[in-house]
């Protein structure tokens, strides 16, 4: 890349998954070659979604996960000396039909300014909970933003 070109904020959409972390790992690299920052956005998935929405889970439960998952994701991440932020959405909605992680991860990637998306391709263990194999297609379809798929 040029100088001009070169990113200066990766976002990496993560679910909790360890192909996620792969990405993180991918996102820091890239950012700490650039000078760049990260943005790690957790997407919720659609059960845990309407779990929460319907209070079948514990909020309590949730959020220790998330913030568990966040964690390793903030270790690899300051290993690197890469700047970090982080956020949270919900990748389904019971009440907006077109919200899907892809659009997620796309109206995040366009409200942060973020220039590079690294995102995980698909679940290697096949797991249906893991929300980001879904959104990686459409992502990869629509995005205005350079792309790496991992």
């Known amino acids: 890349m040029s100088e001009s070109l070169s990113p200066s904020l990766v976002l990496v959409p993560v679910d909790g998954s360890e192909e996620s972390l792969t990405a993180v790992e991918y996102a820091t690299t890239i950012a700490d070659e650039y000078d760049a920052a990260v943005h790690a956005l957790y997407v919720v998935s659609e059960d845990v979604a309407r779990a929460i929405d319907s209070g079948a889970v ?16 903030t270790d690899r991440v300051d290993e690197a000396g890469v700047p970090l932020s982080t956020s949270m959405a919900y990748g389904f909605s019971t009440r907006q039909l077109s919200r899907h992680p892809g659009s997620v991860v796309l109206d995040t990637a366009e409200e942060l300014g973020a220039d590079f998306v690294v995102v995980p391709r698909e679940s290697l263990s096949g797991d249906a909970d893991e929300v980001l194999a879904k959104a990686a297609e459409y992502v990869l379809l629509y995005a205005t933003q350079p792309i790496l798929s991992v």
Do not use: I, L, P
């Open 58 to 73: 514990d909020d309590e439960s949730v959020a220790a996960d998330t913030e568990a998952f966040m964690q390793a994701v």
